[in-house]
Structure formats: structure tokens, C-alpha cells
């Protein structure tokens, strides 16, 4: 079955604790993406990667680092949380592109991070 | 701040009548627009998308209209069943892709 999965569905850490949440698709898709989806906020783009060894800062990249060793991963990591990341995270990705050639995205089922 | 939002953070519709949920966008460059559902504890789902060289687009039961004039996206739902019960949200698309902020469906029984 075509998807995006992300790891873990919850997570619940400390101030500083360094973590990562893992995406995975399996689809062959060259663009993936990470959102945090906050209330009244809606979706905004963290970082996203064009293909292997590509990526970008999306709107609100501060306090993420991402990396795209291989096409079908692309790991959020978290150096040193901070409560305001508390959020619901979602993993994202498309054929060849989202932002030039609009595709429709597929996203994982999300990450619920609480950061204490 | 967002350049794509929706008329109504809320919407309830009784079951069996059609639903309407609107979105305004802001980039008159904008060529791309999506619709997407988001069920509770899931991630959002694509539903249907049209591009600027259309006005109208329909699925299963889903349709959306494509205002350039007045910058208006809108989808319809016909005959709303229980499953439609979600957060709808729009996108629009030139080079980056922008997400409206979400509307509520409730499903009247």
C-alpha cells in the first residue's frame, strides 16, 4: 500500500532532550516535506527537500534540522526542544515536486509532540 | 500571515443535504488548488483539485468551483453522509503551496 509513515504517533519529552521523528514513504517520490499544524495556525511548512541531498527552509524552520540521506526517508530531528514545538507534526511528499510542478501532497498520519 | 482562508471556522449540515464549504485566496497567480479532508487523528487526505485553466471540477460526489475572478474556491459535498464529518481545507499553489486554515463539518443527524 502507497504511503507516508511517520514514527511515533506521540511523543511526550523534556526541554532539551534532543529527539527525532522518522518519515518514511514508499511511493519513489523525490519531494518530501514537514508541517506543524497548530489551532488557528493551520498548516506550515518546516523544511522540505527537492530530492537526495536537497532540502530547504520552509516557513518556520527555527529550532529543526532535517536530513535526505536516501530518497524514501527524511527524518525531523529536534536538537533541543523547546515547549513551543509542541505540536501535531505531518510528514508529507509528492511524484516530483510539490512547489514547481503542483501535485497533490500524500501525508503521513502525524506526530502529537508535547514538549514539557 | 495567510494568504488562503475559509468564510467559516464551523459548518453544520443536516445528513442527506448537500454541503458548501468556501475559500478565498489571495495570489491572483495562484494555478493550482486543492481540497483536502483531515478525520480526526488522521492526516489530511487529498479529495479533489482543479487547476486555473478550469472552473469546475467534479468527483464522487464532490465538486469544486474555481472563482478567478473573485479569487473564490469552493467545494460541495452532495447528499453529506456521517463519514464526511471532517476539517476541510483548501491550497493554493504558485511555486509554493499555501494551506487555508481549516473549516469543521458537522454532520446533523
Known amino acids: 500500500e502507497a504511503q507516508v509513515t511517520q514514527n511515533p504517533r506521540y511523543l511526550i519529552t523534556v526541554t532539551g532532550k534532543k529527539l527525532t521523528v522518522t518519515c518514511s514513504q514508499n511511493?519513489?517520490?523525490?519531494?518530501m516535506s514537514w508541517y506543524r499544524q497548530d489551532p488557528g495556525l493551520g498548516l506550515r511548512q518546516i523544511y522540505y527537500?527537492?530530492?537526495?541531498?536537497?532540502?530547504d527552509k520552509g516557513d518556520v524552520p527555527e529550532g529543526y534540522k532535517v536530513s535526505r540521506k536516501e530518497k524514501r526517508n527524511f527524518p525531523l530531528i529536534l536538537e533541543s526542544p523547546s515547549p513551543n514545538q509542541t505540536s501535531l507534526y505531518f510528514c508529507?511528499?509528492?511524484?516530483?515536486?510539490?512547489?514547481?510542478?503542483?501535485?497533490?501532497?500524500?501525508f503521513g498520519s502525524g506526530t502529537q509532540l508535547s514538549v514539557l | 500571515g495567510e494568504s488562503v482562508g475559509l468564510h467559516l471556522p464551523t459548518l453544520s449540515v443536516q445528513e442527506g443535504d448537500n454541503s458548501i464549504i468556501n475559500c478565498a485566496y489571495s495570489?491572483?497567480?495562484?494555478?493550482?488548488f486543492i481540497w483536502y479532508k483531515q478525520e480526526s487523528g488522521k492526516g489530511p487526505q487529498f479529495i479533489i483539485d482543479?487547476?486555473?485553466?478550469?472552473d469546475k471540477r467534479q468527483g464522487q460526489r464532490v465538486t469544486v468551483l474555481l472563482n478567478k475572478t473573485v479569487k473564490h474556491l469552493s467545494l460541495q459535498i452532495a447528499a453529506t453522509q456521517p463519514g464526511d464529518s471532517a476539517v476541510y481545507f483548501c491550497?493554493?499553489?504558485?511555486?509554493?503551496?499555501?494551506f487555508g486554515k481549516g473549516t469543521r463539518l458537522h454532520i446533523l443527524p
Open positions: 508529507a511528499s509528492s511524484l516530483s515536486g510539490g512547489r514547481v510542478t503542483n501535485e497533490k501532497l500524500f
Open positions: 511511493m519513489n517520490h523525490e519531494y
Open positions: 527537500s527537492m530530492n537526495v541531498e536537497v532540502t
Open positions: 495570489n491572483s497567480a495562484s494555478d493550482y
Open positions: 482543479i487547476r486555473s485553466n478550469m
Open positions: 491550497a493554493e499553489s504558485f511555486i509554493e503551496i499555501i
